[in-house]
């Protein structure tokens, strides 16, 4: 069992940055590999950013290249989602999520609560 709690949201003017942070709970932290999806008001949650499911690069969203960087630190059982240059149609709430990788929902067994982004313009 693992549990996540995200944090780091906030309200940021475009332009500005934002680091997330996904605390993991359990002993078996690096054998999970991490995502991020987001929600955003009236839509469906989408895919950001994860650890490729077959130990290739981090995959990225194209909306997100170049501007958004996750990494991962072990020893704390922490991934964060570095934002930067954040545009208004980034406001969601943000999730991260412990599992097999990849860019697809059902990859992934556990699931943070979610932490609120908004940019204004």
């Known amino acids: 069992q693992v549990q996540l709690v995200e944090s780091g949201g906030g309200l940021v003017q475009a332009g500005g940055s934002l680091r997330l942070s996904c605390v993991a709970s359990?002993?078996?932290?690096?054998?999970?590999?991490m995502g991020w999806f987001r929600q955003a008001p009236g839509k469906e949650r989408e895919f950001v950013v994860a650890?490729?499911?077959?130990?290739?690069?981090?995959r990225y969203t194209d909306a997100v290249k170049g501007r958004f960087t996750h990494s991962r630190d072990n020893a704390k059982n922490t991934v964060y989602l570095q934002m930067n240059s954040l545009k208004p149609e980034d406001t969601a709430v943000y999730y991260c999520?412990?599992?097999?990788?990849?860019?697809?929902?059902?990859?992934?067994?556990?699931w943070g609560q979610g932490t609120q982004v908004t940019v204004s313009s």
């Open positions: 999520a412990a599992g097999r990788g990849g860019s697809s929902e059902n990859n992934y067994d556990y």
């Open positions: 359990g002993r078996t932290f690096s054998s999970y590999r």
């Open positions: 650890d490729s499911w077959n130990g290739g690069s981090t």
